[in-house]
């Protein structure tokens, strides 16, 4: 049977042993780091991931998670919505003698026997797939004052000697 709230801590080695499905959605409030640069923390995180063992009885962790963040945009500085599609694969091992037997480009998490807090493994996941400087792909704040200005040019103010300058020059030049 799927797992279908977040406990606070888990097995993580256990929940290998029994391959558990996790499918739950947690509130974005709760992820803290997260939350803390959000210009709103409504909506929620949609987890589907199993913890499982493969055939060489390597423990695994893998899944999806999903959400939407509504974030600044750092270009117009418009709120922006930002969908958050986090793939998880890693292996999951007790400590490093364990990690170098992995394959080499193997992702991988050094966790204890019990106590391992998965929402802070399915943050930081997340917080990997939150663009440092995230924009809208066009602005449509900057759009709208481009036209604006476009529409309206500046009048361009005179300036008194110039127009003197330009008045003297036909008589310098005799
Ligand atoms: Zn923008």
């Known amino acids: 049977m799927p797992v279908v709230s977040l406990p606070a801590a888990i097995e993580p080695f256990k929940w290998a042993d029994r391959a558990t499905h996790v499918v739950v959605d947690v509130p974005l409030v709760q992820f803290t780091r997260l939350a803390a640069d959000l210009v709103d923390t409504n909506g929620s995180v949609k987890i589907d991931c199993r913890f499982e063992r493969n055939a060489q009885r390597r423990a695994y962790l893998r899944g999806e998670v999903s959400t939407v963040i509504l ?96 008045l003297k020059k036909p008589s310098a030049k005799d």
């Open 71 to 166: 974030v600044t945009c750092q270009r117009c500085l418009e709120a922006m919505q930002l969908p958050i599609q986090a793939s998880i694969d890693l292996a999951l091992v007790h400590d490093e003698d364990e990690a170098e037997k992995l394959p080499e480009d193997a992702d991988y998490l050094i966790l204890p026997e019990q106590g391992v807090v998965l929402a802070e493994i399915i943050e930081d996941e997340m917080l990997l797939n939150v663009p440092f400087t995230p924009m809208h792909e066009a602005c449509d704040a900057l759009a709208y004052q481009t036209e604006v200005k476009m529409d309206v040019p500046a009048p361009v103010k005179e300036n008194p000697f110039q127009v003197l300058a330009a």
